[in-house]
């Protein structure tokens, strides 16, 4: 099913990041217009796919992904400012019939990604 979704793993602790917070927005001329919201459930995934539909689109988008303020809630110890604090991720998406999925890798010192399926 065309769409686009998202999963975070946090591998310091080799689970799925369980309540960050991501921000999904369109990248439109004028600048990032804010989609969506959400927080990860305990697959370390949306409840559901973050667009769909009419509202799956051609164009230029970005992932904003809460790494610090995850990494704190669980009790670690961070620098002040983090080294990784809020993730954006910019990415495009050109063919409506494909499947999106961007997983995120992060720890709070590192962070990958790449197209999942």
């Not at 310091?12 to 369109?26: E, K």
């Not at 992932?63 to 080294?83: K, Q």
């Amino acid at each position: 099913m065309a769409g686009l979704t998202t999963h975070v793993l946090d591998t310091m602790n080799g689970c799925p990041a369980a309540g960050m917070a991501v921000a999904l927005y369109r990248i439109e001329a004028s600048g990032p217009v804010q989609i969506r919201s959400l927080t990860l459930n305990a697959d370390g995934r949306g409840d559901g796919p973050l667009l769909t539909g009419a509202d799956f689109a051609k164009g230029r988008y970005r992932l904003v992904f809460g790494v610090a303020a995850y990494f704190r809630a669980r009790g670690v110890e961070l620098p002040d400012p983090p080294f990784l604090d809020e993730v954006p991720l910019d990415f495009g998406i050109a063919d409506l019939s494909s499947h999106y999925h961007v997983p995120l890798l992060a720890s709070p010192w590192s962070c990958a990604t790449y197209r999942g399926s």
